[in-house]
Structures are given as structure tokens and as C-alpha cells.
Nanobody
């Protein structure tokens, strides 16, 4: 099994920046099986939505709403995935979850609150 431990997040003013980190631990899978590492978010009363993904080949995808403002990256030696969030907007307020897809399994982090408010 794999455990995902998130850190970062918090309260920031509109236009500010925050960074999220997610560290994988446990056993059963090598990093070359970490097919896709992703960030999702869920705002109150809304469905969970994909924010950004990065494949083991380094290919990234972004939701239209965050493209150009957020950057996803991964470090396979540290078994971590990151989300740098710049120019944050109140609409970015949500609980953010990291996600790891390996063959036949999906793992989720515990979630971390990001609040953008003046």
C-alpha cells in the first residue's frame, strides 16, 4: 500500500501564491509504476475536479481554469509531487487532494484546505 502525506495550503489574499506538496510512502510499488501523479480539488457543494496531472514521462495537463497560474511537478527520487499556485483567485478556494495512479490502484492524500480571501 501507498500513503500520501500532504503539506502546504492555508489562507492567502487574492493574487498571492501557495505551494502544496505530497509525499508518497509505503511499499509495493516502485516509482516507475507511479504512472500519473495529480492534484484535484473540491469546493463546498461542488464535485471533485482535476486541477493538474503529470505523467511518469513528465507530460503535464491542466484544467483550463488554472492553466498559466499553477505548475505541477514531481520528484521521483523523493517520491513527491508539488503544486505551485500563483495569482490565486477566490474561486480557487477548495480542499486540495493529491492522487497517485499505479497499475490497478489509485491512492488519495488526506486533503488540505486552500482559502483565497481578502
Amino acid at each position: 500500500q501507498v500513503q500520501l502525506d500532504q503539506s502546504g495550503g492555508g489562507l492567502v489574499h487574492p493574487g498571492g501564491s501557495l505551494a502544496l506538496s505530497c509525499a508518497a510512502s509505503g511499499s509495493g510499488f516502485d516509482t516507475n509504476q507511479f504512472n500519473i501523479m495529480s492534484w484535484y480539488r473540491q469546493a463546498p457543494g461542488k464535485e471533485r475536479e482535476m486541477v493538474a496531472t503529470v505523467s511518469k514521462f513528465g507530460i503535464t495537463t491542466y484544467a483550463d481554469s488554472v492553466r498559466g497560474r499553477f505548475t505541477i511537478s514531481r520528484d521521483d527520487i523523493k517520491k513527491e509531487v508539488y503544486l505551485q499556485m500563483n495569482n490565486l483567485e477566490p474561486e480557487d478556494t477548495a480542499v486540495y487532494f493529491c492522487r497517485l495512479d499505479v497499475p490497478e490502484h489509485t491512492f488519495w492524500g488526506q486533503g488540505t484546505q486552500v482559502t483565497v480571501s481578502s
